[in-house]
């Protein structure tokens, strides 16, 4: 059983619900570098009915891994009530619902972002799913949103207060539509708008890259915490830098336009750049190889070149690693390029 304490402030960043990627051993990476609240990947409420392998796979936890949320996707009241239990039973105690991802294969069966087409289902859901959390004191439920559907369909304040209404205890708002995906600009506006609206914590979302990212958004809009999300599957220890600079912000008192890169204030050479990286690779691999072992060396193929893109010949360490079938192989092309 998680604790029942579940830190939602400024300067304790999260790690969002990152589908492919947020699994156990980059949960762990990233916990030890300073994310406070971590999020499993969004998880079918119809393949945890079902037992699905795939589904319990994704569930995969220990002890070091909390407090973790479990991110529930689906469509039907039915189906997210049960799973709810189902995840109860097995000792999570922290829930979001998934009504923001816009791939075609999740919101063509009505569930993600396309819940933000059909509000009065949504409220079902919600009351269902809300309801069945609060059951047992200490146990919470969020609902991570967009602006809308559509362009230019704003529906993120009306959804909003009504799952406030029915008892969401915070809200995770990506402000952007549904439709543009990962394009264009988000409306950081109505993340300010939303936390003047609303009483439960409003936690900020979208293209918060590095440190100063998300520290600006929170000195712009007010926002009661942080969700980390390609900004940490580049950078694990994004987490840690945005309490140091949280820290150094609200101590020197600067205001949003004043906001230093962290690595102004924390220069390194090229050579220590480069070592740390090594460390954080290898401590990834050793992850991946107790809690995953079955799919890591594929997924260590695609993600080491994330880590790695900006540095001298990183491209003929990702034809290496292609190469890989094993963890030996991993490991010696790695300390090869890192020699």
């Known amino acids: 059983m998680q604790e029942l304490i579940l830190p939602i402030t400024?300067?304790?960043?999260?790690?969002a619900p990152l589908a492919g990627w947020s699994d156990l051993p980059f949960r762990l990476l990233c916990r030890e570098h300073g994310?406070?609240?971590?999020?499993?990947?969004?998880?079918?409420?119809?393949?945890?009915?079902?037992?699905?392998?795939?589904?319990?796979?994704?569930?995969?936890?220990?002890?070091?891994?909390s407090p973790l949320i479990v991110q529930v996707f689906g469509a039907e009241h039915d189906?997210?009530?049960?799973?709810?239990?189902?995840?109860?039973?097995?000792?999570?105690?922290?829930?979001?619902?998934?009504?923001?991802?816009?791939?075609?294969?999740v919101a063509?069966?009505?569930?993600?972002?396309?819940?933000?087409?059909?509000?009065?289902?949504?409220?079902?859901?919600?009351?269902?799913?809300?309801?069945?959390?609060?059951?047992?004191?200490?146990?919470?439920?969020?609902?991570?949103?967009?602006l809308g559907y559509y362009f230019d369909e704003n529906v993120y304040e009306e959804?909003?207060?009504?799952?406030?209404?029915?008892?969401?205890?915070?809200?995770?708002?990506?402000?952007?539509?549904?439709?543009?995906?990962?394009?264009?600009?988000?409306?950081?506006?109505?993340?300010?708008?939303?936390?003047?609206?609303?009483?439960i914590p409003v936690v900020a979302s979208g293209d918060?890259?590095?440190a100063r990212d998300g520290v600006r958004v929170l000195l712009e809009t007010g926002a009661d915490a942080v969700m980390y999300a390609r900004g940490a599957m580049s950078n694990p220890r994004i987490f840690a830098e945005h309490k140091i600079?949280?820290?150094?912000?609200?101590?020197?008192?600067?205001?949003s336009s004043q906001i230093p890169e962290y690595e102004e204030l924390f220069p390194k050479s090229p050579e220590q750049i480069k070592t740390d990286l090594h460390a954080l690779i290898m401590k990834h691999l050793a992850y991946a190889k107790e809690y995953c072992p079955e799919r890591a060396v594929?997924?260590?193929?695609?993600?080491?070149?994330?880590?790695?893109?900006?540095?001298?010949?990183?491209?003929?360490?990702?034809?290496?690693?292609?190469?890989?079938?094993?963890?030996?192989?991993?490991?010696?092309?790695?300390?090869?390029?890192?020699?």
Not at 10 to 15: D, G, K
Not at 321 to 333: A, G, K, P, T
């Open 10 to 15: 400024q300067n304790m960043p999260w790690l």
């Open 35 to 65: 994310a406070d609240v971590a999020c499993t990947e969004m998880v079918s409420a119809k393949g945890l009915v079902y037992n699905g392998k795939n589904t319990c796979d994704l569930l995969r936890t220990q002890a070091k891994d």
């Open 79 to 105: 189906f997210m009530q049960k799973a709810v239990q189902i995840l109860k039973e097995d000792g999570f105690c922290f829930f979001d619902v998934n009504v923001g991802c816009s791939v075609p294969k």
């Open 108 to 146: 063509k069966t009505g569930a993600g972002a396309a819940m933000l087409k059909d509000l009065p289902n949504l409220y079902k859901v919600a009351e269902s799913v809300i309801s069945e959390v609060h059951k047992d004191k200490g146990r919470k439920i969020g609902f991570k949103i967009r």
């Open 159 to 199: 959804a909003a207060l009504r799952l406030q209404d029915l008892g969401a205890d915070w809200i995770t708002l990506h402000p952007r539509y549904a439709r543009q995906g990962f394009s264009g600009t988000p409306c950081y506006e109505s993340l300010a708008r939303l936390k003047e609206l609303l009483e």
């Open 208 to 210: 918060l890259f590095t």
């Open 245 to 255: 600079l949280w820290r150094h912000v609200r101590e020197n008192g600067l205001v």
């Open 298 to 339: 594929l997924q260590m193929r695609t993600i080491v070149p994330r880590y790695v893109r900006h540095l001298e010949n990183a491209k003929l360490l990702r034809q290496a690693l292609i190469q890989c079938r094993s963890f030996e192989n991993l490991d010696s092309v790695i300390q090869e390029y890192f020699a």
